[in-house]
């Protein structure tokens, strides 16, 4: 879900214990990027109780790519293209990326260019790379990049850490949000704003000024001011969940959005306010990537571009044509083998 944009890694020694990435505990609640550990008793934890939380560094590098690489790959940002008067926001080449435990081979040479104002999607058989092309962007440690270069607004991304990547202005959203029991909606927000906010160095809001802020985003998303006062996810329903993560971009804002499925499990209602939502977002200066199984997605949200995965490989790329003719022949349409 879209908790990697300002990843609150909070001390253990904080109320509420937060590592990045999954847990082998079973008593903590896991998303692909965040993990809480909620306190025992979650519900007593007045709103001032967060003021100490502060965002810490993983210790693991998940990269065996050496320093020279890294250094040519932001060299050639510099050199690139650009489509019009539009900058270049990210810059995939020849990306190779393997399971982190197994070894095998995943990613097998992706190339990608996004700038400022598109939208990008992206399709594919299941197994095809789609998903975790985008967890490798975020920084998942469950994967490792073994060749190629990612280049974000300038920035070499194997050099930054998940929070440091999502806080540069990179937000993923996932297939199945997961619940945070103990944490409401208005603090989690509310803690990974100002998270941002001191990124960008401007002060932090304190929980009234914050509430006169989120209030009226609530409306973009059709969403009820009680679900802000409700723990994270927790009996959300699919099409909650999913408007749950377009609020938080909302409310975090990002230069690239990464939307992994999010039309799954929605119905004809709620994916009209999601991609009204996702539409009402989009800014010539901010650009959206989603993975997609389906026409329908890319009839609300209209894609500059659509790219064919397989085998760890964009294929093909070209517009909305592509997404015709899978929905009506199926892979085996384009399918280079």
């Given at each position: 879900m879209g908790y990697s944009v300002p990843l609150l890694n909070l001390s253990s020694t904080s109320p509420m214990a937060a590592t990045l990435f999954p847990n082998p505990n079973p008593n903590s609640y896991s998303s692909s990027l965040l993990r809480f550990s909620p306190p025992s008793h979650p519900s007593s934890l007045p709103f001032s109780k967060f003021s100490s939380l502060f965002i810490?560094?993983?210790?693991?590098?998940?990269?065996?790519?050496?320093?020279?690489?890294?250094?040519?790959?932001?060299?050639?940002?510099?050199?690139?293209?650009?489509?019009?008067?539009?900058?270049?926001?990210?810059?995939?080449?020849?990306?190779?990326?393997?399971?982190?435990?197994?070894?095998?081979?995943?990613?097998?040479?992706?190339?990608?260019?996004?700038?400022?104002?598109?939208?990008?999607?992206?399709?594919?058989?299941?197994?095809?790379?789609?998903?975790?092309?985008?967890?490798?962007?975020v920084g998942h440690?469950?994967?490792?990049?073994?060749?190629?270069?990612?280049?974000?607004?300038?920035?070499?991304?194997?050099?930054?850490?998940?929070?440091?990547?999502?806080?540069?202005?990179?937000?993923?959203?996932?297939?199945?949000?997961?619940?945070?029991?103990?944490v409401s909606n208005i603090d989690f927000?509310?803690?990974?704003?100002?998270?941002?906010?001191?990124?960008?160095?401007?002060?932090?809001?304190?929980?009234i000024e914050f509430y006169a802020y989120i209030f009226p985003k609530l409306d973009l998303v059709n969403m009820k001011t009680d679900f802000l006062n409700r723990n994270v996810n927790e009996g959300f329903s699919g099409g909650e969940r999913k408007r749950n993560e377009i609020l938080q971009l909302a409310v975090l804002g990002a230069d690239l959005s990464?939307?992994?499925?999010?039309?799954?499990?929605?119905?004809?209602?709620?994916l009209c306010d999601v991609a009204k939502a996702v539409n009402g977002l989009l800014t010539p200066k901010n650009s959206v990537l989603m993975i997609t199984h389906y026409l329908r997605l890319l009839e609300f949200i209209k894609p500059s571009y659509i790219h064919v995965m397989e085998d760890g490989k964009?294929?093909?790329?070209?517009?909305?044509?592509?997404?015709?003719?899978?929905?009506?022949?199926?892979y085996k349409a384009i399918s280079t083998a």
């Open positions: 810490s560094r993983s210790k693991r590098r998940r990269s065996t790519i050496p320093v020279a690489a890294s250094l040519s790959a932001v060299e050639s940002h510099a050199n690139s293209g650009t489509r019009g008067e539009k900058k270049l926001l990210l810059e995939v080449k020849d990306l190779t990326a393997v399971i982190a435990e197994s070894k095998r081979e995943i990613l097998k040479g992706v190339n990608l260019t996004v700038y400022e104002g598109e939208v990008h999607a992206v399709m594919g058989k299941n197994g095809s790379g789609k998903s975790t092309f985008a967890k490798v962007l440690p469950d994967y490792e990049v073994t060749g190629g270069s990612m280049v974000f607004k300038g920035e070499n991304l194997l050099d930054m850490e998940p929070e440091d990547r999502s806080l540069s202005g990179l937000f993923m959203s996932f297939q199945s949000p997961v619940e945070i029991p103990g927000l509310n803690m990974a704003y100002n998270a941002r906010r001191k990124k960008l160095g401007l002060p932090e809001l304190g929980p990464i939307l992994d499925e999010i039309d799954s499990g929605l119905d004809v209602d709620a964009i294929v093909k790329t070209g517009d909305i044509t592509i997404a015709k003719i899978l929905e009506k022949e199926g």
